[in-house]
């Protein structure tokens, strides 16, 4: 018999009376009885009667943003018995925010998921499912996204695909639906994955489903002070030195009376992200559209982004092998280098 252990903080003992605070040995689920943010108690899966009846796991892409972490959370204020995983590598400032106040989320570290079955798997902010062990022929997997679809989607999956300005604005307008409420540090993060992917609702592709789901999430008490902090998080030196490389590379093209910004540079062993780096570098130029190339560890990264319906940055990402949507895309270039990149762009 495996036996589990649990630290509970002085502070909860007088709460044990309390149901939400009792272990329910019928039902298998223990409950965490460590005082969190706003002295709640949120759920633990363990492995107990449950075991046997497989997992539904909730996952999303490498290099996580706010909205591929906000919409696992999303997932799980739906399904409070999924296991929401945090990929391998997230954004600085996504896990600035989770080191911050991961003990009052849901979410698993990748290395830390079970060897169990998978029956349910559940993809969001992309459609292409990562690997995950205990996934089978038989497991069920559901896409959310809010990308374009595919041409070709697999016929044995199911999915919630439209185009909106992020996925989490899909997951909280079900959360309204099943008149789940999201507590302060919940609507937070929720409206950092819309905000973050809508430019704080600047961008032009920013639907006003996003603007709905936003105020919805401002009622139920998400910080505009917190989101701030974390959507203008600093630059690694890292990153600094090379938005430097590439502000200096960068050159203005014009293209059927587009302009579009094309920025090269290198960047061996850097860890964060490239995206944060396209942005500042679109605030300074105010282009129709912008390709940031890097090199990156023996592989190119391309990172686009458009403003205007005449420029459609997925047409481009896909020719690379990579994907998004026509305001913002991104490709990982094997086999080729930089320049190879740039004048086949």
């Known amino acids: ?53 497989g997992m539904h796991v909730v996952c999303t892409h490498e290099q996580a943003d706010f909205d591929a972490v906000a919409s696992l959370l999303g997932v799980w204020l739906l ?15 996504v896990r600035a925010f989770v080191t911050l106040y991961g003990e009052a989320l849901p979410f698993l570290e990748f290395e830390d998921l079970p060897r169990r079955r998978v029956e349910r798997l559940t993809v969001v902010d992309t459609q292409s499912p990562p690997s995950i062990k ?3 022929p ?54 950092l994955g819309i905000y973050e992917d809508t430019g704080s609702l600047s961008y032009a592709g920013t639907h006003p489903r996003d603007l709905r789901a936003s105020a919805w999430l401002v009622e139920m008490g998400a910080s505009l002070n917190l989101a701030a902090d974390f959507l203008d998080h600093p630059l690694s030196n890292g990153q600094r030195a090379l938005y430097d490389r590439l502000l200096e590379s960068a ?22 992200e490239i995206s944060t780096l396209a942005h500042k570098l679109r605030d300074v130029f ?14 190119v990264q391309l990172v686009a982004r458009s403003t205007t319906d005449a420029l459609d940055v997925g047409r481009v990402a896909e020719h690379f092998g990579g994907g998004g949507h026509d305001r913002a895309a991104a490709a990982l270039i094997r086999e080729k280098d930089v320049q190879q990149v740039r004048e086949e762009l």
């Open 1 to 53: 018999m495996r036996i589990l252990s649990i630290s509970v903080s002085t502070s909860c003992w007088d709460r044990l009376s309390q149901p939400h605070c009792r272990p329910d040995l019928e039902q298998g689920a223990t409950q965490c009885l460590h005082c969190i943010i706003q002295r709640r108690c949120r759920p633990f899966l363990h492995e107990g009667p449950r075991r046997a009846q």
């Open 79 to 93: 399904d409070r018995e999924c296991t929401p995983v945090l990929p391998r590598r997230v954004n600085r400032n």
């Open 134 to 136: 205990g996934v089978h």
């Open 138 to 191: 038989g497991t069920r997997i559901h896409i959310i996204d809010h990308h374009p679809p595919p041409d070709s989607p697999n016929p044995s999956w199911t999915s919630h695909i439209e185009e909106v300005g992020a996925t989490a604005t899909l997951l909280v307008e079900e959360i309204q639906e099943a008149g789940a409420e999201p507590d302060m540090l919940q609507a937070t993060l929720l409206l």
């Open 251 to 272: 050159e203005t093209h014009g293209y059927q009376g587009l302009s579009v910004v094309i920025a090269c540079g290198e960047a061996q062993g850097l860890a964060e």
């Open 286 to 299: 105010d282009p129709d559209g912008l390709f940031v190339i890097v090199g990156l560890d023996g592989n």
